[in-house]
């Protein structure tokens, strides 16, 4: 190993800590790998390294090493997809680590590279990352990581699928928080107990009210008032008062 790192280190002005790395590859020895991480890089895997950082630049060359796509103009453009992905949201990290480091603990190389490609890993880190852009409330955050690395823990193969079914698990975890919060915001924009009496003040028969089928402000009528009345064989009636 360090006959190989030290002629790679020389021929080509590959890192030693890079090529230590990249030796489990199986394309370890394939010539566009060590043109990808060299240090005298091109202008665009320059960008791209500046945009993904110098670990996630190196991780994702390491993956798509692993998926074959290895094509020296295919992984230029495989990077500045994935470096342009990298600038939509700031779970990008979390996304790309997630999915990068699964594919590489995949042990059957083979069965990788025959149900997985390089389309699909961006198209998993697409779909990762807009998920998490729509999430609105941290604790869907949260449920939603959890969601995403239980569809990981299954076969490379079925991710995409999987990972398709997120816009509707977004908006059930948005709406399930909104029902949570509303209620609770309603009764914080409620008024108190105390502000919310009101005095309802009603005027006394015996102290004066106004005479609603004649529109004056007159005394209601009472006996004790010094209101006459007449005394008949069906009872007694009061004699109501006429406004002028």
Not at 115 to 137: E, L, M, N, P, V
Request: hydrophobic share 40%; net charge negative.
């Amino acid at each position: 190993m360090d006959a190989i790192s030290k002629f790679l280190t020389q021929r080509f002005n590959v890192p030693a800590p890079t090529v230590a790395q990249l030796m489990r590859c199986p394309n370890f020895y394939h010539p566009a790998i060590f043109q990808l991480v060299t240090c005298t890089k091109t202008r665009e895997l320059r960008h791209c390294e500046t945009l993904l950082g110098a670990s996630d630049y190196l991780t994702a060359v390491e993956v798509f090493a692993r998926l074959n796509a290895i094509s020296s103009q295919d992984i230029v453009e495989n990077l500045e997809e994935i470096a342009t992905l990298s600038q939509s949201t700031k779970e990008f990290s979390y996304v790309f680590d997630t999915v990068s480091h699964r594919l590489l603990e995949e042990e059957d190389v083979e069965l990788l590279a025959d149900t997985f490609d390089s389309y699909q890993f961006k198209g998993c880190i697409q779909r990762g990352t807009s998920a998490f852009k729509h999430i609105r409330f941290p604790e869907g955050m949260m449920q939603l990581e959890q969601i995403f690395e239980n569809v990981l823990e299954r076969h490379p193969g079925v991710w995409v699928e999987q990972l398709d079914t997120l816009d509707t698990i977004i908006f059930f975890l948005n709406y399930a928080q909104v029902a949570l919060l509303f209620p609770r915001t309603a009764l914080e924009a409620l008024p108190s107990e105390q502000s919310s009496q009101t005095t309802v003040h009603r005027p006394s028969p015996l102290h004066g009210s106004v005479d609603a089928a004649h529109g004056c402000g007159s005394p209601a009528p009472s006996a004790a008032a010094g209101v006459p009345v007449i005394e008949g064989e069906g009872g007694s009636a009061e004699l109501e008062p006429v406004c002028p």
